[in-house]
């Protein structure tokens, strides 16, 4: 006995798919850490925090950068692949990135060993 086809039901009629704040942080915090060639090896990875509003995501990252770096080109990276990785995964566009730095690690000079103190001791 053959089946039925249902009636189509229009697209309006559907309901809709709502993807919960945390996982679009998650998204946006994972893509933060992949634009970034290298953390500094004591650094807290990138975090996240969104704003949702119907499809619009506001975003706010927090990241930890080495010194001295390009941190503008940095942020820019950032903001680019954060943007473009939460509207291809969730759909949604991303108006604002805000790009926070809570800290900068400064990298050891040339040939100095980890750990050691730097600069001058009296």
């Given amino acids: 006995m053959p089946r039925k086809a249902m009636p189509a039901v229009p697209p309006g009629e559907r309901g809709a798919t709502r993807i919960a704040d945390r996982v679009v942080a998650k998204i946006a915090a994972q893509a933060a850490r992949e634009a970034l060639a290298e953390l500094p090896p004591d650094a807290v990875p990138p975090h996240a925090t ?3 509003h119907h499809d619009r995501a506001r975003v706010r990252v927090i990241l930890e950068l080495p010194y001295p770096s390009d941190i503008g080109g940095q942020c820019a990276t950032v903001r680019h692949r954060v943007a473009s990785r939460v509207h291809a995964l969730a759909g ?3 108006p604002e990135v805000a790009v926070e730095i809570e800290r900068l690690h400064l990298a050891p000079p040339h040939g ?3 750990g050691k103190a730097q600069g001058r001791t009296r």
């Fill in 92 to 94: 949604m566009d991303v």
């Fill in 50 to 52: 969104v704003v949702v």
């Fill in 112 to 114: 100095a060993a980890p």
